[in-house]
C-alpha cells in the first residue's frame, strides 16, 4: 500500500509562490494516478489538479487554471504542485491522492496560508 508524504506548505503573501511536494513509498508510484485536492476551513474538499500515470494528461479545477501547474518525477516517486500568483482564497490544507481503479491513499496535508 502506497504511502504519501506532503512537503512545501507555508506562509505566503498574495501573489507569490510554493512548490508543494508528495513523495510515495510502498507501492508502485507509476501506477498511480495522481491528484491534489484542498480543504479550507468550513468547506468542503476541493479538487485542485490530477496527472495520469505516465504524465501525459493534466486537470485542472477552474479556480486554479492557468495559475497553478501540476507534475511528477516517477524516478523520484514524486507529484509536484507549482503555485504562483497565490490569492488569499487559496489558503487551505492541500492534500496529496493516489489513485487506481481499485484503490485511493490520502497523504495527512500541507497547510497552505497566503496573506493579503
Known amino acids: 500500500q502506497v504511502q504519501l508524504v506532503e512537503s512545501g506548505g507555508g506562509l505566503v503573501q498574495a501573489g507569490g509562490s510554493l512548490r508543494l511536494s508528495c513523495a510515495a513509498s510502498g507501492g508502485t508510484f507509476s501506477m498511480y494516478n495522481m491528484a491534489w485536492f484542498r480543504q479550507a476551513p468550513g468547506k468542503e474538499r476541493e479538487f485542485v489538479a490530477a496527472i495520469s500515470w505516465r504524465g501525459t494528461n493534466t486537470y485542472y479545477g477552474d479556480s486554479v487554471k492557468g495559475r497553478f501547474t501540476i507534475s511528477r518525477d516517477n524516478a523520484k516517486n514524486t507529484v509536484y504542485l507549482q503555485m504562483n500568483s497565490l490569492k488569499p482564497e487559496d489558503t487551505a490544507v492541500y492534500y496529496c491522492?493516489?489513485?487506481?481503479?481499485?484503490?485511493?491513499?490520502w497523504g495527512q496535508g500541507t497547510q497552505v496560508t497566503v496573506s493579503s
Open positions: 491522492n493516489a489513485r487506481t481503479a481499485l484503490s485511493s491513499h
